[in-house]
């Protein structure tokens, strides 16, 4: 029996994409405190940095919902960019009317009654609709690319969402969370931006803002180690803080983890950290990684919906080839996702105008 050969070879560049994957990862947190740079989502007020620009987009959206109009907004943005710390950070606003969360497998409760959510979306939907019909709510919705699974479709619970801001928007306050590529997959079969009355993208933060949430953290990790030198080494630290965010392309996530490499590894992790050393990869391998962009996670079974059973025979060889290069991890659940690690270049290598001439949903 003829095997088949995987595409990508040394002369690919694979010595090189197995050394950045390499210098980037981080086998165990070996400094003290550093795990505050790589947790994800919202983890306290007291290190929590504001974007001003998201609170005045927000409170003027909620101001005109409350004097009787449409109440929507999309949160969107690359990976590591804060979209879901941005969500879950509302839940501590003192808002005027109750917040509801809802993110599959987590459980909501109104008035005495609790639901356990599935991925299915327009469950969730219905149960706040039904148990909360005269009094104004405001819902967040956490990471909508991962709302659903083999029983519940995607784009169904997309329609519903879209149907339910469409008829109760005046009551419920939307607040959606999604990533780059799905939202420009949407938009072309759904116009899916355009439902909502505000759109904000968290891409970048101002290197001020980024070097503040530094420096938070290494003020929480060093309160009993400072001494008379503190302030000038503070400075300094401030220094290398900004040139950490511009470095990382002002991406809150990327620079933080970056931060906690550097320490980490004293500064000699950096090496071969260009996206351009995935370039071939991205070439080969584009199918796979932009799905996983749109959907961050996914197995054998849905490739094989997606791309029909003789595609995904091929395909498998190049998951195995992706696994093998610790490009593509596979979690305790069986799901395959893109490196965190190196999630944030390969994202950038997938977005450089070559890749964007190619293929026009990027």
């Known amino acids: 029996r003829q095997r088949i050969q995987p595409s990508l070879t040394p002369s690919y560049g694979l010595p090189s994409v197995i050394d950045l994957v390499e210098s980037r990862s981080l086998q ?13 989502g919202f983890i306290g007020q007291s290190f929590h940095i504001d974007r001003l620009d998201f609170m005045d987009r927000l409170t003027k959206t909620l101001d005109a919902w409350q004097r009787g109009f449409r109440g929507s907004l999309l949160i ?8 879901t710390s941005l969500i879950e950070s509302l839940l501590g606003e003192r808002f005027p009317h109750p917040t509801i969360f809802l993110r599959p497998h987590s459980t909501i409760e109104l008035r005495g009654r609790k639901l356990t959510c599935s991925a299915d979306l327009d469950e969730a939907l219905t149960f706040i609709n039904k148990h909360n019909i005269n009094q104004r709510t405001i819902v967040l919705i956490d990471d909508l690319e991962l709302w659903r699974d083999a029983d519940c479709d995607f784009h169904e619970n997309v329609h519903a969402l879209l149907q339910d801001i469409n008829r109760y928007s005046k009551r419920i306050f939307f607040v959606v969370n999604t990533n780059h590529w799905m939202r420009n997959q949407l938009d072309l079969h759904f116009d899916f931006s355009e439902q909502f009355v505000e ?3 968290t891409n970048s933060m101002t290197v001020s803002r980024i070097a503040s949430a530094i420096m938070v953290r290494e003020n929480a990790i060093r309160a009993e180690l400072r001494d008379e030198g503190w302030e000038k080494e503070q400075k300094t630290l401030m220094r290398r803080a900004r040139r950490c965010a511009l470095s990382n392309r002002q991406n809150i996530g990327a620079s933080l983890h970056a931060w906690a490499r550097q320490q980490t590894t004293g500064g000699n992790g950096a090496r071969a950290n260009s996206p351009s050393t995935l370039k071939k990869l991205v070439s080969e391998y584009w199918t796979i990684l932009h799905h996983l962009m749109k959907y961050r996670k996914t197995n054998e079974q849905e490739l094989g919906r997606m791309l029909g059973a003789s595609q995904l025979q091929s395909e498998k060889q190049r998951l195995q080839f992706l696994l093998g290069c610790n490009v593509l991890i596979r979690d305790h659940h069986n799901m395959l996702h893109v490196n965190e690690e190196i999630v944030d270049i390969l994202e950038h290598q997938m977005m450089t105008k070559n890749y964007r001439t190619l293929h026009a949903n990027v």
């Not at 969107?76 to 979209?83: C, E, Q, T, V």
């Open 76 to 83: 969107y943005g690359h990976r590591l960019s804060g979209r």
């Open 199 to 201: 759109n904000f993208c």
């Open 28 to 40: 165990e947190i070996t400094v003290h405190g550093h795990g505050l740079f790589l947790k994800k």
